[in-house]
Structures are given as structure tokens and as C-alpha cells.
């Protein structure tokens, strides 16, 4: 287990690494002979050269907010035992929304009791609490996550509720950033009749290359896998793992509780700023289902 020092050593590693990965590859454009470059430093099209770094910098900025959101931790009651006394101090009061700030499908779990008192809940024996629906314990964080996707290593954080959309924002921006970069070094590749010298003077490019390359095949897959979720309202931990998570296991293969339609799906993960309560869809849904005769 990594000490507090480490971990936050780690994280600023990681994010310092992206950034100075971002940076690099304009750089080197700026350097050769390139469309960039013409655009920028001779003057030709400034207004191009502005808004190619304008959409680099909104990339930066969506992987930042991303890395320091929080993606939905769940607050704990900490139990400290003195002389076999178990003294419980709770989380501040005024840590749960007032009923303005949350949706009527869309309470804070925290505050609340669950819904069905009937149905089982995930216990957590690492923060000693019971889970909202769709929480998830992250081993690398050491805290539960609501509506957990998945932890980012890139991010060195988890991706929940919370932050999951400034994730997929991130995606598609440096998805742009990426086809835009790559057309423009494919342009400034250099020919020669040698091949010697041919890498000679596109080393530079030529490493551009591989870097967009690898890095554009994960970033665009994981866009378009990210923005699935998104129009289906699943996470990643319930498409891989739906066979262990309680509440979806013993469901048909092909139904998922938490999808309201590709427009309210994309609304809710988009625009909605609060954490949703997902049990009241849930039991919802299953009333629904029953109603119709469906089993």
C-alpha cells in the first residue's frame, strides 16, 4: 500500500507526463516545417494556429476537471473505539442537499434510508457501510464510489457519477486534438530519395507519429465505448461484470434497469449536476416490468 505522500507523488507524475505529452508534439510542429508553423510563427493563418491551441487547451482543462472532481465518494461514519466504547462522529449535516438542490427520483443516499427496506444492499467491510445502488468500493482509492465506472491510471483517480461526463468530454476533445495533430504531421513529413535520409529528417515527425499512433487508438476506442455507456446508462463495471453485481445478475441478459431512453440517458449524464438516487428507478422498473407480465 502506497503512503499518502507516495500516492499523491504518483498522481502528480502521471498528470505532469499527459501534459508535458500534449505539449511536446505541438512543440515539435512549431520547431519544423509544418502547417502549424506557418499558421503561427510566419503569420499565414493566425486564426487557424489559435483555434487548433484554443481546443488543445479546452483538452487539458477536461482532463484536469476530470482528475479533480470528485467522481462521487460516498461520505463515511467513522467509528473509532475507545475502552471497548464505540464513539460514531458523522459527516458534516449540511454535506446532505437541501430538497431544492436534488431531483424527486434523485436523493442522496447518504442522507436517506433506502428505498425498498425489503431488498438487500451491498455491505462495504472496508468503510463499514451499507451502498447505494450502483456503488462500488475502489481498492485504489481506498473509498466507495457512487455510480462507479472505473479507476483511470491515466487519471491516477476513479471515474463515478460525479465526474464520469468531464471524462467522456476529455475523451472527445483529445480525440480531436489527435486526428487534427495527426493530419497536420503527415503533411510535414519530409521526402527524400533515401531512406536514411529520409528518417534522418523526419526523426521528430516520425516519433509524432508513433505517439498519435498509440495514444489515438486508445484515446478514440475509449471514446466511443464511453459515449455507448452513456446512451445505454451503463458503466463499465456493470457491462463487464453483470454477472457478479447482485442487483443485475439474476435480471435477463439483454435488460438494463437503468436505461430511460437514449435522451434522457444523455440529459441525465450530461447536464444533471446532482447524484441520483438509481434504487427509485430500479424498483420502478421492476414494477413496470411486473405489471406487464414480464418475469
Known sequence: MLCKNCQCGVNVCVR????????????????????LKRAVVDGDD???????????????????????????????????????????????????????????????????????KGSKYRYCDFCEIQQPMRSKHCEDCKRCVRKYDHHCPWLETCVGERNHKFFLMFLFVMSVVIIW?????LKALES???????????????????????????????CGFHSYLMLNGLTTWESVSREKITYLKYLDDNYNPFDEGYIRNV??????????RWETI??????????????
Open 282 to 295: 430500479y424498483f420502478q422498473k421492476a414494477k413496470i416490468k411486473t405489471s406487464n407480465g414480464v418475469v
Open 46 to 116: 493566425p486564426l487557424y494556429g489559435i483555434l487548433y491551441f484554443l481546443v488543445l487547451i479546452l483538452s487539458l482543462v477536461m482532463y484536469y476537471t476530470a482528475c479533480l472532481t470528485d467522481p462521487g465518494y460516498i461520505l463515511m461514519t467513522h467509528a473509532k473505539k475507545r475502552n471497548g466504547i464505540q464513539a460514531i462522529s458523522n459527516e458534516q449535516e449540511d454535506s446532505c442537499p437541501s430538497e431544492d438542490e436534488v431531483e424527486d427520483t434523485s436523493l442522496n443516499a447518504d442522507c436517506e434510508e433506502p428505498l425498498d
Open 192 to 222: 527524400r530519395v533515401q531512406w536514411s535520409e529520409w528518417f534522418k529528417v523526419n526523426l521528430l515527425l516520425f516519433l509524432d507519429i508513433l505517439v498519435l499512433i498509440f495514444g489515438g487508438f486508445s484515446v478514440l476506442g475509449l
Open 16 to 35: 505532469l507526463t499527459h501534459t508535458a505529452l500534449c505539449i511536446a508534439v505541438p512543440a515539435t510542429l512549431l520547431w519544423k516545417n509544418s502547417g
Open 181 to 185: 495533430t495527426f493530419c497536420i504531421t
Open 267 to 276: 440529459y441525465y449524464f450530461l447536464c444533471f449536476l446532482n447524484v441520483r
